[in-house]
């Protein structure tokens, strides 16, 4: 009808906009968790912290003799040197956004800021862990790898190859997280594991136990491992060709530790800690438009044990082959 006024009239109907902030797709933080040794008597600050290993003497078997006296073993020990470094970033927010905005920025970069540490933290654990010396091979396919470079596609990870890593922990004498290793592994690596595992070989974490001790990002135990899954985990991107060069074959990490695999160290002077602080920076410009937000750590990572560390190299079926 005539002078009816509609959408079309005004412009008062307009596009709403949700102001909750949401945030990109995040994966848990999870390898810190496996730092179980941390100073705890540090004689001093310093640029590292060394922690000191005593070797045992070897086993006296045989018999005395009655007027002989016995002959002294002298003690020996190794060291490791974790080294502390700055890791830290930061974002700025200008007065205008802030004015301009209808979201709250400052809290949308405060949220951004603190997932930044740990996200970059667990990246610096993961290279530590992946740097490691003591290497399987996946035996899922028709031979055995013998190197980075000769993992073939079908060279998946196969529940053997886990048996003979628990083995070889066993036999190095490492100790457990409260009877079980601890495993990281890729959804793509665990996809193909937990395909070719029968599923009564497997407990959840809903029938531990001790369910109130699972680990972030958990999925279950199998042959005294209980596993943690994470995109995380190592992937050698395009490292082999099946034959002994790089190729088009991504490569990926599944880590299997006992205790003291791995140790974190850090400064405790000017408000550091375990942990990664968050600092709003002094705004320098004369209008004070320009307000810096970040977060700093002071600190490192270091392998412990080598013998309490293993790596197991595989493809996965779907994965980049």
Same mark, same amino acid.
């Given at each position: 009808?005539? $002078?009816?006024?509609?959408?079309?009239?005004?412009? /008062?109907?307009?596009? #709403?906009?949700?102001?909750?902030?949401? &945030?990109?797709?995040?994966?848990?933080?999870?390898?810190?968790?496996?730092?179980?040794?941390?100073?705890?008597?540090?004689?001093?600050?310093?640029? *590292?912290?060394?922690?000191?290993?005593?070797? =045992?003497?070897?086993?006296?078997?045989?018999?005395?003799?009655?007027?002989?006296? /016995?002959?002294?073993?002298?003690?020996?020990?190794?060291?490791?040197?974790?080294?502390?470094?700055?890791?830290?970033?930061?974002?700025?927010?200008?007065?205008?956004?802030? *004015?301009?905005?209808?979201?709250?920025?400052?809290? #949308?970069?405060? @949220?951004?800021?603190?997932?930044?540490?740990?996200?970059?933290?667990?990246?610096?654990?993961?290279?530590?862990?992946?740097? *490691?010396?003591?290497?399987?091979?996946?035996?899922? $396919?028709?031979?055995?790898?013998?190197?980075?470079?000769?993992? #073939?596609?079908?060279?998946?990870?196969?529940?053997?190859? /886990?048996? +003979?890593?628990?083995?070889?922990? %066993?036999?190095? @004498?490492?100790?457990?997280?409260?009877?079980?290793?601890?495993?990281?592994?890729?959804?793509?690596?665990?996809? =193909?594991?937990?395909?070719?595992?029968? #599923?009564?070989?497997?407990?959840?974490?809903?029938?531990?136990?001790?369910?109130?001790?699972?680990?972030?990002?958990?999925?279950? +135990?199998?042959?005294?491992?209980?596993?943690?899954?994470?995109?995380?985990?190592?992937? &050698?991107?395009?490292?082999?060709?099946?034959? *002994?060069?790089?190729?088009?074959?991504?490569?990926?990490?599944?880590?299997?530790?006992?205790?003291?695999?791995?140790?974190?160290? &850090?400064?405790?002077?000017?408000?550091?800690?375990?942990?990664? +602080?968050?600092?709003?920076? @002094?705004?320098?410009?004369?209008?004070? %438009?320009?307000?810096?937000?970040?977060?700093?750590?002071?600190?490192?990572?270091?392998? &412990?044990?080598?013998?309490?560390?293993? %790596?197991?190299?595989?493809?996965?079926?779907?994965?980049? @082959?």
């Amino acid at each position: 009808m005539a $002078g009816e006024t509609t959408t079309s009239s005004l412009s /008062v109907d307009q596009v #709403a906009f949700d102001r909750l902030a949401y &945030f990109a797709l995040r994966s848990e933080l999870l390898f810190d968790q496996a730092a179980d040794v941390q100073p705890t008597q540090q004689a001093m600050p310093g640029s *590292g912290v060394t922690f000191t290993i005593f070797a =045992d003497i070897a086993a006296a078997t045989s018999t005395l003799n009655e007027v002989t006296d /016995v002959t002294p073993t002298a003690l020996s020990d190794s060291q490791v040197t974790v080294t502390l470094n700055e890791y830290g970033n930061a974002v700025v927010t200008t007065a205008k956004l802030r *004015g301009t905005a209808f979201l709250d920025v400052d809290s #949308a970069a405060a @949220n951004i800021i603190g997932y930044n540490a740990g996200d970059s933290m667990d990246q610096v654990v993961r290279e530590v862990l992946a740097g *490691g010396t003591n290497v399987v091979y996946a035996t899922g $396919g028709a031979s055995t790898p013998s190197s980075r470079t000769t993992v #073939a596609a079908e060279d998946i990870i196969a529940a053997d190859d /886990v048996r +003979k890593v628990v083995a070889q922990l %066993r036999a190095a @004498n490492v100790a457990t997280f409260n009877g079980s290793y601890m495993g990281f592994i890729h959804p793509d690596v665990s996809y =193909d594991f937990r395909s070719a595992t029968d #599923a009564a070989a497997w407990r959840t974490p809903a029938n531990y136990v001790n369910p109130e001790g699972i680990y972030n990002g958990e999925i279950g +135990k199998f042959e005294s491992v209980r596993f943690i899954e994470t995109p995380r985990a190592k992937v &050698f991107t395009n490292a082999s060709d099946g034959s *002994g060069s790089t190729g088009t074959v991504d490569v990926y990490c599944t880590h299997i530790m006992g205790r003291q695999a791995l140790a974190k160290a &850090f400064s405790v002077q000017d408000g550091n800690g375990a942990v990664p +602080k968050i600092v709003r920076g @002094n705004v320098t410009d004369y209008l004070m %438009r320009l307000q810096p937000l970040g977060w700093y750590w002071l600190g490192g990572y270091g392998r &412990f044990r080598e013998a309490s560390l293993r %790596r197991i190299e595989s493809s996965s079926s779907i994965g980049t @082959n």
